[in-house]
């Protein structure tokens, strides 16, 4: 089974409106953290925003925010008043405790394009 | 400043000429990772370390190899005989204690003439 889906190849969103990318997730570990990234065409990986699994808060930072609802296990990534520049793949991301092999585990991204 | 360097940003070869891409870190990170990219798609592991002078195979580990002789550093070289070695390649570390998240390189992009 996939560790990390993200159903939503491709999204479009006008400037200045907000957009949700969807992430799911699969574990059994109790201790995991949750994590979204932005990868523009320069080919870095930028790091957006952390949720652990015994957050009872939402994350935010800035304009980014993650909709962590821990009995569905999903992490949507909710960007408010969308720019230009947030045109970008975004990735999403899980990390097992426990796990004491690889530990890191991606999703295959979701291409946003946001429109003027 | 603490991060990653991947040398060189652009990497040009001949087909059947084996080629080494640097990554250092000096984040004093235990685990070091190898992603490969293609065109539009995700990230998938080639190798990881989570010690000196030990390494795991991930997902498409065959073609490449790596070497971890010291805790900054994790090279990868790209075989001859992998079969399409053109792709973006990314170098990662993170701590092993925790769920803090993973820092990435800015990459290297390999072409093969």
């Known amino acids: 089974a996939q560790k990390i889906t993200q159903t939503q190849p491709g999204m479009f969103v006008q400037e200045k409106e907000a957009v949700t990318l969807d992430c799911t997730y699969d574990?059994?570990?109790?201790?995991?953290?949750l994590f979204w990234y932005k990868q523009p065409s320069s080919g870095e990986m930028i790091f957006l925003i952390y949720?652990?699994?015994?957050?009872?808060q939402n994350a935010t930072e800035g304009r980014y925010s993650l909709n962590f609802q821990k009995a569905r296990k999903s992490a949507n990534l909710v960007i408010s008043a969308s720019q230009l520049g947030d045109s970008a793949m975004y990735f999403c991301?899980?990390?097992?405790?426990?796990?004491?092999?690889?530990?890191?585990?991606f999703g295959t991204g979701t291409s946003l394009t946001v429109i003027p | 400043d603490g991060g990653i360097t991947q040398s060189p940003k652009y990497l040009f070869r001949k087909e059947g000429q084996n080629v080494t891409l640097s990554c250092e870190q000096n984040l004093n990170h235990d685990a070091m990772y190898w992603y490969r990219q293609d065109p539009g798609q995700g990230l998938r592991l080639i190798y990881y370390s989570q010690i000196v002078n030990d390494f795991q195979k991930g997902d498409i580990a065959e073609g490449y190899s790596v070497s971890r002789e010291k805790k900054e550093s994790f090279p990868l070289t790209v075989t001859s005989a992998q079969k399409n070695p053109t792709a973006f390649y990314l170098c990662?570390?993170?701590?092993?204690?925790?769920?803090?998240?993973?820092?990435f390189g800015p990459g290297t992009r390999l072409t093969v003439l």
């Open positions: 991301a899980m990390r097992e405790a426990a796990n004491t092999g690889n530990q890191f585990y």
């Open positions: 990662a570390s993170n701590s092993l204690a925790g769920v803090d998240e993973q820092f």
């Open positions: 574990t059994s570990d109790q201790s995991y953290g």
């Open positions: 949720q652990g699994s015994y957050d009872e």
